[in-house]
């Protein structure tokens, strides 16, 4: 059963260990983040870009190393399997730990550069999949927005990729899932974005709790619930 789906963002520059100075600056959306995740059940289901079809498991464990600081993460309190993670997972072990440490956690990855069928029809499967279980599923969608935003954005700034994330963060407060078919490839989530569409195109109930562009790139924390 769907209980609930928080958003938040795939930003190791959230946890304050690898922001450096600007720990302080992302607060507020590290707050949203961790606000939206606690809206979550015990067993969570996350969604990101990454490997295409890559799945991680709640015995897994890893690191931020590769970032720049060895911050260890977990998927379930007892996982103890070392592995190398995608950054999507990174970012969920890293919140779990934060807001629900008794809670598990698997994976499942999408590919950057996955065919707007192909996340829709993982979407659907995956919701197929949380519908036939007995106990209460909620899922954790990792994505960012735009990543052109700004100068001294990480892809370069693109004006026109403004407009873009204006519609996506609107999509995502309204709840709008159609919205979330065909994003352009300005849009570095995507494939995730569009896999939440095929979860639940339709949500009874969205709440926004930040939006925003640090440093040229597209934020937003929310919840959908069916």
Not at 59 to 79: C, E, I, K, M, Q
């Amino acid at each position: 059963m769907l209980t609930a789906v928080a958003i938040i963002p795939s930003a190791p520059v959230l946890v304050p260990q690898l922001a450096g100075t600007a720990a302080d600056e992302l607060g507020l959306a590290r707050e949203a983040v961790l606000v939206a995740a606690a809206a979550l059940p015990a067993r969570w289901i996350a969604v990101g870009v990454g490997p295409r079809g890559a799945a991680v498991g709640p015995s897994a464990a890893g690191t931020f190393a590769g970032y720049g600081v060895d911050v260890p993460v977990r998927l379930s309190l007892s996982a103890s399997e070392q592995v190398e993670l995608p950054l999507c997972a990174l970012i969920t072990g890293w919140v779990r730990g934060l807001v629900a440490p008794d809670a598990s956690a698997a994976v499942r990855c999408v590919a950057a550069d996955a065919a707007d069928a192909e996340a829709l029809d993982l979407g659907a499967r995956l919701r197929a999949e949380i519908d036939a279980a007995a106990d209460p599923v909620g899922v954790l969608l990792v994505a960012d927005g735009a990543n052109t935003l700004s100068a001294g954005a990480p892809g370069g700034h693109d004006p026109g990729s403004v407009p873009v994330q204006e519609r996506l963060d609107e999509a995502l407060a309204g709840g709008n899932g159609a919205a979330l078919r065909a994003l352009p490839a300005a849009v570095v989530g995507r494939a995730a974005f569009a896999v939440l569409a095929g979860l639940l195109e339709a949500p009874g109930a969205a709440d926004e709790f930040y939006r925003g562009a640090p440093y040229g790139v597209g934020y937003f924390a929310g919840v959908w619930r069916p």
